[in-house]
């Protein structure tokens, strides 16, 4: 409880100081859908590594798997040369999860996150791992208060997937957890709105 109740206090710290990159984000930064998402787009951007969340961004809550359309834009994602590398940063070692993508996307590197977002310390190692810089990585993330804000204390380029894949029917406690933290983290930058 104690490592969750530091966890919070410095997402909260952290939000405030980086409030403008978090709104930036929000604004700016955006897309509802990750198969939007071109190799091309983001080689003409700069961007060499992709750096992709899982829960949320690929699938919903608890999947093994990607979404099958999420599927078919990693297949074009791998077999591009405008994208050098794609890892998935997580916090959650699930086996299965990494054995699936061991066996159908070899070229997807799963990276466990030495500390939970919005520590920057998986994004930053990453960078270290890739041998490229910091403005090199996009990450997509489906969390302001954490894979945004860990982007945006990395400076690393974030881009907010704000329409979630979920599946309520499946697991709805879970679902409904976690859409209700991705309203507070909305409620809480719209109060550093007012309070700026």
């Keep these: 409880m104690s490592h969750l109740l530091k966890r919070s206090f410095y997402a909260l710290q952290q939000a405030w100081s980086y409030r403008h990159c978090l709104q930036q984000a929000q ?27 899982f829960d949320g961004v690929l699938a919903s809550h608890g999947e093994i798997a990607p979404a099958p359309t999420v599927q078919s834009w990693l297949k074009q994602c791998t077999a591009s040369t405008d994208i050098q590398q794609i890892y998935l940063l997580t916090n959650k070692p699930m086996s299965a999860r990494f054995a699936w993508f061991e ?4 070229q997807v590197q799963c990276f466990i996150s030495p500390s939970k977002k919005p520590y920057p310390d998986g994004l930053l190692a990453i960078a270290k791992q890739s041998g490229q810089p910091v403005e090199k990585l996009l990450l997509v993330d489906d969390r302001l208060l954490t894979g945004v804000l860990a982007a945006c204390i990395a400076k690393v380029p974030v881009l907010w997937l704000n329409q979630p894949l979920t599946n309520f029917r499946k697991r709805p406690l879970q679902e409904s957890f976690f859409m209700l933290l991705r309203k507070m983290d909305k409620l809480l930058l719209g109060l550093f709105k007012v309070f700026h």
């Design 27 to 53: 604004q700016n930064r955006q897309c509802a859908d990750i198969s939007t998402l071109l190799p091309q787009d983001l080689q003409q951007q700069g961007i060499s590594v992709l750096v992709l969340d």
């Design 103 to 106: 066996q159908h996307f070899p």
